[in-house]
């Protein structure tokens, strides 16, 4: 069974090249199908792998299958090869299962659209690129991968290319990613150099070999890879491109912004995290960079009123949770966010898809109220979803892994309580936005008209991810709370072991009162209407810049922006050029000069002649 | 005894002469006479220089100076003639048809 | 014989002087035939008596007398004459004078550097003879060859108009 592990990333590839060739003459019904099939096959694949996984783990829990060489030179080699651990297993599930659920709802959410076959087209390369990064057991093929998604993502956020705003918005997501790309590119490049491999695990083994805790080196390649990590998943401080990418369709902005590729910067560190421990200082430097971003998150997602710009600000949010863990080294509290977020914000961003499809496209919280009766089905999702993000205690996922993590944070040297206390204030903010969005979309009058319904193919993904939204979090729970361990212990092979380390009551406590509270501010300002007259009234200076993401995009405008087209405008008249055009203007002057001179009189070509030859000696006879 | 810088001068100032007419003259006859003074100032050198070396070589190019100032005065002659069809008073700056017209 | 070159150097260049500043043709010419022949009496001085008769007989005696007939043949009066003379004023004079200057001087240092040496023997016309019809060859040949196309170019030009 697992040597079929080569088709978990084919089949995608292969519709999607199908669809890209034959789409348009197949028709929306057959290449919904073909699309949402593919990936299906490939999920079942992946739990079979993965069920027979559990029951028969193969050596050390790793298994690699080698393709073919791609790249073959002296004392440097590349192989398409693909590595199956825990880590890896576990995304490949999460990508395949929630992709194949979003694929199903696509089918509905997506009826009618004009490029319906292209948009599964893309959609499956996406989960083919996705899978290939991975699963690559070369950074050099994770990197292949790693541009795939970018592509991917460049193409599905300009999906609908005819708006011009969409169109910027790809190209910012595009232009950011790439800059991020580049440092990680640097990064491989020096790794392939200094250790000779790109091969992830003989690279790893080759670097704690060689390099000390601490040494430049190790600092120096672990920045560059977290660069690019930290583009793709939209921290700080390239974090811009992410608000902006939801011009998507929803789905997309579902499994690409929300529940896979964004978090593969941390999949990167993950699966990198040796090379990490030889770097403490860059470690730190995470922390620190996840501690802002999820404050700088949530605080814009208080004071948008775009439901998906709230959810995109939210996913910034709970990414800057999982590079919190990575900061002090929770491996598997990292993965478990990225399990439980994958799920609950898949559903959050499906349910808003559902909402704003029976609202003929409205995104607006504002325009949006009293739709509890109207959409239970929606309504229960969202509230499942919300609740997980806001980690409301014991019955949401959500819960567990953001208590795993800010209980490894506060069990952490010295600045770890400072960090825990601001990732409690990013808890209480957290649930406030996302429940005053919750309040105000489904509580109070009915504002709109509500259109068509819900078929089967929108119900599945939303009921089974609002179940998955309940449930994963009990794969690995606290003390107190049955102390589950089944998660950590299924990632030890590939990170090591997770210990849940004492820390004082109050830690859990305050993590089980944040939410409440969170909750509390939100329902208490619905009640009295604030958040309802902030639409009305003019924002302040402040909410106006904490709106836009506390002015990141103005700053990198006047940064970056205006330089360069500054320089762009001085350059489209090719200054260099006109030195050129200099020249050719001397000629032609110096031409209408000396012609002049051509008067055809003989004497005075005589003249010139004998002036030449009497200048020709002097400079012979007196040189 | 004549040092051969005496015949060099001479030749030096007939060139000279020979070049003056050329360049101030207007009427072609006269610059035509300005050549062959010019030719014969050469052919004068050639002879001074065959004589510093006591060389023959001097008196042979003469000979040949002498046939190029005779095909040259043919053809140059001709030349006056026909030109005389077209300008009647042989007036070198006149025949200026192939100047460059701005 | 260094009086006899004298004077027919000094006689050479006054003649060839009034040659150029003549505005009837046929005076200058028979100006210019004056100072031909004188410069055969210095190629005679000169050691060079060959070179001396072939002055005289072809240069004076033949190309300067076809040059004659062709002036005669222009059939030139007293306006061409006058207009002529018009021409020559004192300010077509300068920008050749600058010129001239210029190259005698420089030529005259060029002459001045070398070393004075005099005449060495007269080449006679049977040395000179036996060269142009031996190892200079070639001369003959190219002579030849120069006439004939000159002989060709004023025979084509010559021809009359259709």
Redesign the interface.
Known sequence: MITYLWLIPALPLFSSVILGLFGPVMGPRVSGAVGTISVGLAAVLAVSIGLHWISHPPTNSIYEQTLWAWITLPGFSINLGLYLDPVSLLMVLVITVIGCLIHLFSTEYMHGEDGYSRYFAYLNLFVAAMLLLVLADDLAVLFVGWEGVGVCSYLLVGFWFSEPTNGYAARKSFVVTRIADIAMLAGLLLLSTKLGTLNIQAMLTGAVATWSAGSLMPTVATSLLLIGGLGKSAQVPLQTWLPDAMAGPTPVSALIHAATMVTAGVYLVVRTHALFLLAPHVLDAIAVGAVITLLVAAFAGLVQSDIKRVLAYSTMSQIGYMFLALGVGAWPAAMFHFLTHAVFKALLFLTAGAIAMRLNHEQNIFAMGGLRSKLPLAFWAFLIGSASLAALPIISAGFFSKEMILGAVAAAPMPGLILWACGILGAVLTATYIFRVVFTVFLGPLKTEVSGSYGVRIAVPLVTLSVGALVVGWLETPEGLGNQTIFSRFLTPAVGVFHHLPVSFMIPLLGFAAPLLGIGIAYVLHRNGTWARATTTMPSKLTIFIRSGCGFDMLYDELFVVPYMTLVRVLRHDPVDSMFAGLQYLAIVAHRRLRAMQIGQIRRYASWMMAGSVATIAILLFS | MIIWQTPAGLALALFMLGLLGLLARRSLVFVLMSIEIMLNAAGLLFITAGMRWGNPDGQIMLVMVLNLAGAELALGLILILRLRNRITNLDGDAANILRDVP | ??IT?YVA?SL??LT??L??TRSN?VH??LY?VI??VS?GV??F????P??AA??VI??AG??MV??LF??M??SLNKV?VH??AG??VRS??V???F??A???S???????G?G??????V?SPQ??GV??FTT?IS?VE??SV??L???I??FH??RKER
């Not at chain 3, 001085?45 to 060079?48: D, I, K």
């Not at chain 3, 420089?106 to 001045?112: D, H, I």
């Not at chain 3, 004075?116 to 023997?121: D, E």
């Open positions: 014989m260094m070159f150097a050479t260049l060839t002087a040659a150029i043709p200058a010419l210019f100072s031909l410069m210095i190629f001085t000169l050691g060079a060959f070179a072939m002055e072809v240069y033949a190309i076809l040059f062709v002036i043949m222009l061409t207009r002529e021409w020559i077509v004079w920008l050749p004078l010129l001239v210029g190259l005698g420089e030529l005259a240092r060029v002459f001045l070398g004075s040496v005099g005449m060495i023997r080449v040395e000179v060269r142009l200079d001369t190219l002579a120069l006439l196309t000159g002989l170019g004023a030009l010559g």
